[in-house]
C-alpha cells in the first residue's frame, strides 16, 4: 500500500505565496509522476501541474507562470510553489502520484486534500 501525506496549505491574501507538500510512502517500486489536482466547490476536479519521473513537467494554463512543480526523488516528496495567487485559486488541493509498487504493479494515488483559500 502507498499513502500520500499533504501538507502546507492555509489561508493567504490575494498576491501572496504557498508552498505545498506531499510525501509519499509505503511498498513504492517506482514513482512515475506526482502532481496537483484542485476542486473548488461545484466543480469537477482539474489537473494543475504534473511532473514525471525524468523531471518532465505540465501545468493548466491558468497557473502557468505562478506555480512550480517540483520533486525530490531521494525524499519520494512533490513541491507545487504557488506564488501571485488569485481568489479564483482557492480550492481543495489533492496531490496524485502513479506509482510502481513492490510486487510491480502500477496503481494511482491521491492524498487527503489541504484547503487553499486565498481572499480578495
Known amino acids: 500500500q502507498v499513502q500520500l501525506v499533504e501538507s502546507g496549505g492555509g489561508l493567504v491574501q490575494a498576491g501572496g505565496s504557498l508552498r505545498l507538500s506531499c510525501a509519499a510512502s509505503?511498498?513504492?517500486?517506482?514513482?512515475?509522476?506526482m502532481g496537483w489536482y484542485r476542486q473548488a466547490p461545484g466543480k469537477q476536479r482539474e489537473l494543475v501541474a504534473r511532473?514525471?519521473?525524468?523531471?518532465?513537467?505540465n501545468y493548466a494554463d491558468s497557473v502557468k507562470g505562478r506555480f512550480t512543480i517540483s520533486r525530490d526523488n531521494a525524499k519520494r516528496t512533490v513541491y507545487l510553489q504557488m506564488n501571485s495567487l488569485k481568489p479564483e485559486d482557492t480550492a481543495v488541493y489533492y496531490c496524485?502520484?502513479?506509482?510502481?509498487?513492490?510486487?510491480?504493479?502500477?496503481?494511482?494515488?491521491w492524498g487527503q486534500g489541504t484547503q487553499v483559500t486565498v481572499s480578495s
Open positions: 511532473v514525471t519521473s525524468g523531471s518532465s513537467t
Open positions: 509505503g511498498s513504492i517500486l517506482n514513482i512515475n509522476y
Open positions: 496524485n502520484a502513479g506509482v510502481t509498487s513492490g510486487s510491480s504493479r502500477f496503481s494511482q494515488y
